[in-house]
């Protein structure tokens, strides 16, 4: 099915026809991040209405849009968004692959600190994995951690 | 886009009218229904862009079209196999995410329950 010509359409109507049109792509990738020593590791879990719209194509944002939306969020004096625009009138991204999409929502909803600085100090603060290798139990969650045997050497090669 | 119909009133031969910006502004802009114990998935939603599992009955749920402001409003339950019902409460509100806690008994340590949903209301960047 071709995506309908989005830009101007507002995202929300957007999402209401991939919902109608698309099925849902469950993915087997997860991404383990850990961005506090104090705490255990967190695991990113992509949404399948979301990952069919990646992979079909012009419908979503470029990630940069959100970042954006982010800096003004940030800002002390901030009551609400003006520039929701930005979601809308951007030209939307093309067809993604599966790992492209992943990477996406890495930028979106991990936070920068985690994957510009992932392979920096004495073990990963990211990886990228398949489901099937987390525990096979959430016996334990609260103490879950990235293996100290990972180097970024492993992920590398 | 197609199919497109512009009104400001819907109206009922007998039973009155209502303005479309009732429906508007009461529909769930974004939910979701999230499988929180074993492997952690969604069941289904809508605007939402992924979860993160940060420890047990504790999830933060992204959207893809933001919300307005962090003002929004969210409606949230939870069950475990309809054995028992936890509560749900809402961590952080942030614009483009919300962070619920699903938690049982008088602990209120996170608890990972079977069946996790979440409705929110309110304006849309």
């Known amino acids: 099915m071709n995506t309908p010509e989005f830009q101007g359409t507002h995202l929300w109507d957007r999402l209401c026809w991939a919902k109608e049109n698309l099925e849902g792509y469950q993915s087997d990738y997860r991404v383990v991040y850990e961005d506090s020593i104090d705490e255990c590791a967190k695991i990113l879990v992509p949404d399948p209405n979301w990952m069919a719209c990646a992979m079909q194509g012009g419908i979503l944002p470029p990630v940069w849009v959100y970042h954006e939306l982010a800096k003004d969020e940030a800002q002390e004096d901030f009551k609400k968004h003006t520039r929701g625009y930005l979601l809308h009138e951007t030209q939307p991204v093309d067809a993604m692959t599966e790992e492209e999409a992943i990477e996406y929502l890495i930028m979106k909803d991990c936070p920068q600190s985690v994957w510009q600085n992932w392979d920096s100090g004495n073990k990963p603060k990211m990886v990228i994995c398949r489901k099937e290798q987390l525990p096979s139990t959430r016996e334990w969650r609260n103490a879950w951690k990235i293996t100290e045997e990972l180097t970024v050497t492993d992920l590398a090669a | ?125």
Do not use: P
């Open chain 2, 1 to 125: 886009m197609a199919g497109k119909i512009v009104a400001d009133t819907l109206e009922h031969s007998t039973a009155g009218s209502l303005d479309t910006q009732y429906v508007v502004n009461g529909s769930a802009k974004a939910w979701a229904n999230i499988n929180g114990s074993g492997t952690v998935v969604f069941r289904d939603s809508l605007n939402c862009t992924s979860l993160t599992d940060h420890s047990a009955g504790i999830f933060t749920t992204s959207f893809t079209n933001s919300m307005n402001n962090a003002d929004y409003s969210t409606t949230a339950t939870s069950s475990l196999n309809n054995a028992y019902s936890g509560d749900m409460i809402v961590m952080i509100h942030a614009t483009g995410t919300v962070k619920t806690k699903t938690y049982y008994g008088s602990g209120y340590a996170g608890t990972d329950v079977a069946i996790n949903c979440h409705s929110n209301f309110g304006d849309l960047a």
